[in-house]
């Protein structure tokens, strides 16, 4: 299934994050309390009953967060998430890429301009800069040279998966 870009405000993307991340750690640390306390009291004090109560309530906190995790309130987090996972499934294949992209493979310029923009827009999201990596802007710019001699769009604005089985490592 292909994935899009889309745009989202940093700032409310930043709060929204803020205000869930306190919320679990705050879930977490009372349901862990909880279970450890009701386990210490039932079968007597132990430090492994303790830690039987932490992994209790980490488990509680990641089945309601996985609940939570469709609600529309949660659309931006879901959205950074599954960037997260695309651009960490592209990185896994850069080096073909990038071989790829010497040889001026469209599909492989496709999909390192994709990774490209969804890097910029994560660190956007983040409140973070992607000036930092001078690697990486020189292969930005290698294949945003090579798109336009090419005559290729400037940006992608879609990932499908699939394509990546064509650059299979060996």
């Known amino acids: ?22 919320a679990m750690a705050g879930q ?4 862990g309390l909880l279970f450890s306390m009701l ?15 932490v992994l209790l309530g980490l488990l509680a906190t990641s089945a309601m967060f996985a609940a939570l995790r469709e609600r529309p309130w949660m659309a931006e987090m879901r959205y950074v998430w ?19 992209v010497e040889d001026d493979n469209r599909l492989a310029l496709d999909i390192l301009t994709f990774y490209h923009q969804g890097m910029a827009q994560l660190a956007e999201l983040n ?36 394509d990546l089985s064509a650059f299979k490592q060996k």
């Open 1 to 22: 299934m292909a994935f899009s870009l889309e745009q989202h405000d940093p700032a409310s993307y930043q709060r929204k994050a803020r205000i869930i991340s306190v």
């Open 28 to 31: 977490l640390i009372i349901f």
């Open 39 to 53: 386990l210490t009291t039932t079968f007597g004090s132990s430090v492994w009953l303790n830690a039987l109560g």
């Open 82 to 100: 599954q960037l997260k996972h695309h651009l960490s499934r592209i990185s896994s294949y850069l080096q073909p890429l990038r071989r790829a």
């Open 127 to 162: 409140g973070r800069t992607t000036d930092d990596d001078a690697e990486r802007l020189a292969e930005k710019m290698q294949v945003k040279v090579k798109r336009e001699a090419l005559g290729l769009p400037k940006e992608v604005t879609t990932f499908d998966p699939h």
